[in-house]
Nanobody
Framework: QVQLVESGGGLVQTGGSLRLSCAGS????????LGWFRQTPGKEREFVAA????????YYAASVKGRLTISRDNSKNTMYLQMNSLKPEDTAVYYC????????????????WGHGTQVTVSS
């Protein structure tokens, strides 16, 4: 019911910035909770940020709070992740996801996933 496509990843130096986008489709896109997750080889998928499908409240992992900002534009069926002050430990494949719940920090509570976009932060 929902298709998601990430874009905006790339290679940046420590302290640099990127903006990731997640373009969605589906009649009920605005009602889904949306989130960003990231994964590196050999590690489990990690919660990064979420935005509610009910009231657009935002939620962040402690490791990114103050540096990353999640937002959504329901008129464009798009979610964004503004990434500032990037660190090498932010290097990962970033995935956007949608849940029928209001929002969630658990990957297994998300129903739809994009294919990911690579973010690499050099030291």
């Amino acid at each position: 019911q929902v298709q998601l496509v990430e874009s905006g990843g790339g290679l940046v130096q420590t302290g640099g910035s990127l903006r990731l986008s997640c373009a969605g489709s589906g009649r009920s896109f605005s009602t889904y909770g949306l989130g960003w997750f990231r994964q590196t080889p050999g590690k489990e998928r990690e919660f990064v940020a979420a935005i509610s499908g009910i009231d657009s409240s935002t939620y962040y992992a402690a490791s990114v709070k103050g540096r990353l900002t999640i937002s959504r534009d329901n008129s464009k069926n798009t979610m964004y992740l503004q990434m500032n002050s990037l660190k090498p430990e932010d290097t990962a494949v970033y995935y956007c996801a949608a849940t029928k719940l209001g929002w969630s920090s658990r990957s297994d509570e998300h129903n739809y996933w994009g294919h990911g976009t690579q973010v690499t932060v050099s030291s």
